[in-house]
Structure formats: structure tokens, C-alpha cells
């Protein structure tokens, strides 16, 4: 796209702006408090989750953002009252099922206000970390975010925000390389698809993945990386900014 005509779609993104707004909620996962190219030992994940957001503020100044850190402040894993409390229907609920059920509730409850999800999840041993595991855990409600229904002719379960138009864009970083589909380490990547398949299963189908990979080589390679995954953030920010459903403000 040639500068002039970059310009005028951003302008033209931010005239529409003025009169229609969405939600993005913006998530960390890294144990990295800080961000590469800013901090030592920073996040290229948290880096990179930024830059999106960045860019597509740049795009719709009116959009709202809503961060959360799950990083820094893990939601806690489930439990046994959890799962007693989640199962037992709202109206049966005692007031320490309730409290038990506050925090996801209001993981649940800013799901369902986003319409772009914005999740900073690096790759902890082919996985995601436990803290991001246990956010995936707290959202996927019964009642809330899927239904079950065991008398239910076929399949009991059902997402209940799939109607709902929502999109996930994952940024993720990868201490090897090669794990894109068809390369050498593809089989072992258990984080971009296991995030797919959850999110998924509530009914956010609409998923965008960047990576960056060589974290652990580091040097040119890692820079290559890195400058191109930035580019695929920029470029993956504008598209979804002109693409993605207005809600009238």
C-alpha cells in the first residue's frame, strides 16, 4: 500500500471511528513483567500485543481497551468449590458458591463485553502458561459461555458466543523455531492449537496468530523475526480495523 493511500485509510478509519465504537480486551500471559526493546529480559509477546494495540488506536482512537495482566495477576486456578459452585444453577447458588464464582464472573462478563480479544501468550514447554490456562479455565462457564444439556438430541454441549461475532488475535513467541504447519517442529506446537480448540468450543472461531520465533538463539535471526512478525502485527491491526463489525456507540 503506497503511503498516500495509507493515509488516506487511516483517515478514513478514524472519521468512522467518531460515530461507532468496539471493545478490545487486551491480555498478558508472559511471566516477563516488562517488554523487549524497552526492558531487559522483556516480552516479546507483551511487545508485540502492545504494538497491536497500539496500532489499531492509532486507527480508531474512539475504541475502548480493557487490560488485564494475566502474568502478573494470575486468576486463581479451579477447584473443587469452583466446579461445585459452577454446576450448582445460579438460583440454587449459596452466597459462598457466588463468591467463589466472582472473579470468573468477571473474566466472563469481559469476554462478553470485547469484541476483539487481543491475548499475549508465549510458549511455555509446547504449551501456554499456567496462568493463561487458568484464565481459559475461568471463562469456559457453563450457562455462561456454553451450553449442556443432557437430555439434548446428538451433542449436549454448544457454544453460546458464536452469534456473537467476536475474534481472537494471538501473539505468541517461541524459544526454537519451525513450528509453523509443515515444518520441522509443527506436531509439538500444543499452544496455537489447544488455544483454537478452547476458544473454539465457546464460540470465537475467528482467530488470528503471529509469532515470533529464535527467542532462544537470539542475535540476527531473532531480529529477522522479530521486525517480521512486528510487520504481520501492523498489517493484521489495519485489516481487522476496517473489517471487523461496528456497534453503534
Known sequence: MSAPHAARARASLRRHARNAMITLLHLDASARPGRSGLHGHGSHSRRLSARFVARWRDLRPADSVVYRDLGQRPPAPVDAAWVHAAFTPPTARSPWMQQRLAESDMLVDELLQADVIVAGVPMYNFGPPATFKAYVDNIVRVGR???????????????????????????????????????????????????????GYIGIGDVHEVAVEYDEFGGERLQQSLERASADIDALAERLAQQHPRRAA
Open 145 to 199: 459461555t456454553f451450553g449442556f444439556d443432557r437430555s439434548r438430541a446428538g451433542e449436549p454441549y454448544w457454544p453460546l458466543l458464536a452469534e456473537l461475532g467476536k475474534t481472537l488475535v494471538l501473539v505468541t513467541s517461541r524459544g526454537d523455531y519451525g513450528y509453523a504447519a509443515g515444518e520441522r517442529l509443527a506436531p509439538q506446537d500444543h499452544l496455537g492449537p489447544w488455544v483454537r480448540t478452547a476458544f
